[in-house]
T-cell receptor, first 112, second 113 residues
Framework: GQQVMQIPQYQHVQEGEDFTTYCNSS?????IQWYKQRPGGHPVFLIQ?????EVKKQKRLTFQFGEAKKNSSLHITATQTTDVGTYFC????????????FGKGTLLTVNP | DADVTQTPRNRITKTGKRIMLECSQT?????MYWYRQDPGLGLQLIYY???????NKGEISDGYSVSRQAQAKFSLSLESAIPNQTALYFC????????????FGDGTRLSIL
């Protein structure tokens, strides 16, 4: 079945440093979604990418979708303590039955 | 997401007990999902339902069952709980379509002794 892999599993940074997490799928994706889960919270949808090579920005967050639509990345510029949490990518799977396959996530911790 | 409500929020129970986790939503979404989250393993899909009469097994359905009582309600049951079912459980909803985001409840933390 489809696999969605994320690296790194953990990342600890000093406040103000940049952070990047990478997502790779074993199959071509029609779209990819990114979610953030704060400690003790639930996953919250951040953004969706659909087009090959697409780049979207949300303030200090930059999301990219690869040309082959099999990989994606999330880059945070100048991290803040509010960025702490686990970031998940997810891609649709199951043919015509839509469901999401989530990566295992990257846990970001920020030292103030 | 306050529109997706899970009960209970926390539950401690013993091996062999039957447990039901409930999820209700006011978003009007047809699609509902149950996930299990274990540290370092991400979110694993247990069951999903595309409408009241359409229920499908996910990746890890063994030991679990579900009931879609209405469009707004989707419950997860553990018929005979075992310790390795200790985890955080999330319910989620979405609109139809391959490009629709999922909206998660606050989760149920379940501990089985």
């Amino acid at each position: 079945g489809q696999q969605v892999m994320q690296i790194p599993q953990y990342q600890h940074v000093q406040e103000g440093e940049d952070f990047t997490t990478y997502c790779n799928s074993s199959t071509t994706l029609s779209n990819i979604q990114w979610y953030k889960q704060r400690p003790g919270g639930h996953p919250v949808f951040l953004i969706q990418l659909v087009k090959s090579g697409e780049v979207k920005k949300q303030k200090r967050l930059t999301f990219q979708f690869g040309e082959a639509k099999k990989n994606s990345s999330l880059h945070i510029t100048a991290t803040q303590t509010t960025d702490v949490g686990t970031y998940f990518c997810a891609g649709p799977s199951g043919g015509s039955n839509y469901k999401l396959t989530f990566g295992k996530g990257t846990l970001l911790t920020v030292n103030p | 997401d306050a529109d997706v409500t899970q009960t209970p929020r926390n539950r401690i129970t013993k091996t062999g007990k039957r447990i039901m986790l409930e999820c209700s939503q006011t978003k009007g979404h047809d699609r509902m999902y149950w996930y299990r989250q274990d540290p370092g393993l991400g979110l694993q899909l247990i069951y999903y339902s595309f409408d009241v009469k359409d229920i499908n097994k996910g990746e890890i359905s063994d030991g679990y069952s579900v009931s879609r009582q209405a469009q707004a309600k989707f419950s997860l049951s553990l018929e005979s709980a075992i310790p390795n079912q200790t985890a955080l459980y999330f319910c989620a909803t979405s609109e139809p379509g391959t490009d629709q985001p999922q909206h998660f409840g606050d989760g149920t933390r379940l501990s089985i002794l």
